[in-house]
């Protein structure tokens, strides 16, 4: 199989920084679209995986799943991309496509296991996957995301994660006009959450730990904000929120939060926590209420995302850095030091 070498920042350790390195890519075949990365978001996970939090990275590893470029090649039977279009990569880059799931739109529940953008086995061209922080990517088309022009690409390149990731429980469980919302957390993904709840019509209240993140809930445009340390403030929601979604990816008591739903109440885990949690019984046998959990979405319900979002201006709020900086920028990252996704500017690979 013909391949290109490109540049990329990656790294062959869990204890060694990212740095410059020559990686291989296919040449576009026939269904592949390639495309020159100009954006790539770094998303929490991208660090988990680059540490081996999760036991299972496969080195060398370059991390990258939040990717926005333009067009430079297609193969001889794509059919929805020409060169020069803008275009979007996100969490999966292949599936099975032949179980009830993949035929249902569900990719991201692939009975066989999904292949993601890196860190994953290709089991269709052998070897593993690599990410966005690199030159190029080349995708098959039908995992290829079209971005629409009115979108600023760089704010934008966080929607093909923490967009998804947000916008799926949000539309499954059917927010809309009338809804009173929760969002735990704000962060990458919960800042991105208040947003899109909004453009749905819910009535959007944020839960934080943080006083300063009280201040700047509304600013992103939260109708209200409670410091869930606070006993008295937890008091004004009690019982009253149709749907909470969960973006907290640390240890934290779920409980207090599951009480702050209606009868037929539903709360929604999209963060990670590194440790089980533990759900009181009686705070979902009262009330009926339901604990419950997303993962990203489909290739056809993040389009449907993308589209949404460019329809309500929604982008994320980014720190722009060079690919030069990612070593610092993942220290501050694990320091919660951001606010509230950074974004590599991918013409800095070229310097």
């Known amino acids: 199989m013909e391949t290109t070498t490109v540049k990329a920042y990656g790294t062959e350790a ?14 576009a075949t026939a269904h592949d679209v390639e495309i020159e990365i100009l954006y790539c978001g770094i998303c ?42 803008l275009a979007g990569v996100g969490c999966i880059v292949d599936t099975c496509r032949t179980c009830n799931n993949c035929k249902e739109g569900f990719e991201q529940f692939c009975e066989e296991g999904m292949t993601f953008s890196f860190n994953s086995i290709d089991k269709t061209y052998g070897g593993h996957t690599f990410g966005g922080y690199s030159e190029s990517i080349v995708t098959d088309e039908k995992y290829v995301l079209s971005i629409p022009q009115t979108l600023d690409l760089a704010s934008a390149a966080p929607l093909l994660c923490a967009g998804i990731t947000v916008y799926s429980p949000l539309h499954h469980w059917k927010v809309g006009p009338g809804t009173q919302v929760g969002i ?53 929601y009690a019982g009253k929120l149709n749907f909470i979604l969960d973006t907290v990816s640390a240890k934290h008591d779920v409980n207090i939060y599951l009480n702050q739903l209606t009868v037929d109440g539903t709360m929604v885990l999209v963060g990670l926590p590194p440790e089980p949690l533990s759900v009181s019984a009686f ?17 056809a319900e993040t389009q449907e995302m993308v589209d949404f979002c460019a ?21 501050r990252l694990e ?12 013409a800095s690979l070229k310097d």
């Open 184 to 236: 735990l957390g704000i962060g990458g993904l919960g800042h991105v959450a208040i947003k899109i709840a909004k453009a749905m019509g819910a009535f959007v209240t944020v839960f934080t730990t943080s006083q300063s993140k009280v201040d700047d809930a509304k600013r992103l445009g939260a109708d209200d904000a409670v410091l869930s340390s606070d006993p008295e403030q937890m008091k004004k």
């Open 335 to 346: 320091k919660g030091d951001v606010h509230y996704r950074f974004v590599i500017d991918m």
């Open 14 to 27: 869990a204890t060694k920084p990212l740095h410059e390195m020559k990686i291989e890519r296919r040449a």
């Open 44 to 85: 929490h996970s991208d660090l988990h995986q680059v540490k081996n939090d999760f036991g299972a990275a496969i080195y060398p590893i370059v991390p990258g799943h939040e990717i926005v470029g333009r067009v430079t090649a297609i193969g001889n039977h794509v059919t929805k991309f020409k060169v020069g279009d």
């Open 311 to 331: 329809k309500h201006n929604i982008t994320a709020d980014i720190e722009l850095i060079k690919i030069q900086d990612i070593n610092n920028a993942y220290n």
């Open 283 to 299: 705070n979902v046998v009262k009330g009926r209420r339901s604990f419950s959990g997303s993962n990203i979405g489909g290739i």
